[in-house]
């Protein structure tokens, strides 16, 4: 089944303590982001990659980390997690070799910094 | 700056009601518009729309784009409970999906 996996769903942690959420994609897709989704915000791009090794900033980058070593996965990092970025995460990904494509969605991480 | 913007915010029907929902959006270089619908949490994906005037269809929902008014709407007719979400609109930029453009979503609520 053609599937974005997050993980984890939930996390709970505390200021300062660094944390990784997982991304991973079974599509061969090139394209991945991160999204987080706030009340009132919308859906805000994070960081997107374009394919192995090419990552880039998209609106609010400040606070997270990003790595794209192999094509199938595409973790999310917060080197020292403040409550501002308590919010829901969302990884997708998509196809660069069809011309116009939708994005795919992960389950969403809910994500508490206290 | 890139920019989508959707309306109502929120909307409060009663089943059987028809809704229009609307995108309005300011983008350089535009590619193509998705909606999606996200209930519990991933959303899901609806419509992709990349000229004007062709109506995309899936059993009561319908969306249109026009291109030269920068706008897109979403129809749902003799609308259900199982209805009730958060629709989201999202504009491509010329370059890709992998730099999608939201809106802060629609609010939908079915009353039975």
């Known amino acids: 089944e053609a599937q974005v996996t997050q993980n984890p769903r939930y996390l709970i942690t505390v200021t300062g303590k660094k944390l990784t959420v997982t991304c991973s994609q079974n599509?061969?897709?090139?394209?991945m982001s991160w999204y987080r989704q706030d009340p009132g915000l919308g859906l805000r791009q994070i960081y997107y990659s374009m394919n192995v090794e090419v990552t880039d900033k998209g609106d609010v980058p400040e606070g997270y980390k990003v790595s794209r070593k192999e094509k199938r996965n595409f973790p999310l990092i917060l080197e020292s997690p403040s409550p501002n970025q308590t919010s829901l995460y969302f990884c997708?990904?998509?196809?660069?070799?069809?011309?116009?494509?939708?994005?795919?969605f992960g389950q969403g991480t809910r994500l508490t910094v206290v | 700056e890139d920019k989508v913007v959707q309306s109502p915010l929120s909307l409060v029907v009663h089943e059987g009601d028809t809704v229009t929902l609307n995108c309005s959006y300011e983008v350089t270089n535009f590619r193509s518009l998705l909606w999606y619908k996200q209930e519990k949490k991933a959303p899901t994906f609806l419509f992709m729309l990349t000229s004007s005037g062709i109506e995309k269809k899936s059993g009561r929902l319908s969306s249109i784009l026009d291109k030269k008014e920068l706008f897109s709407i979403l129809n749902i007719t003799a609308t259900q409970t199982g209805d009730s979400a958060i629709y989201l609109c999202a504009v491509v930029p010329q370059g890709g999906s992998e730099k999608l453009v939201f809106g802060k979503g629609t609010k939908l609520t079915v009353n039975p």
């Open positions: 599509m061969n897709h090139e394209y």
């Open positions: 997708a990904s998509s196809s660069r070799r069809q011309s116009n494509t939708e994005a795919f």
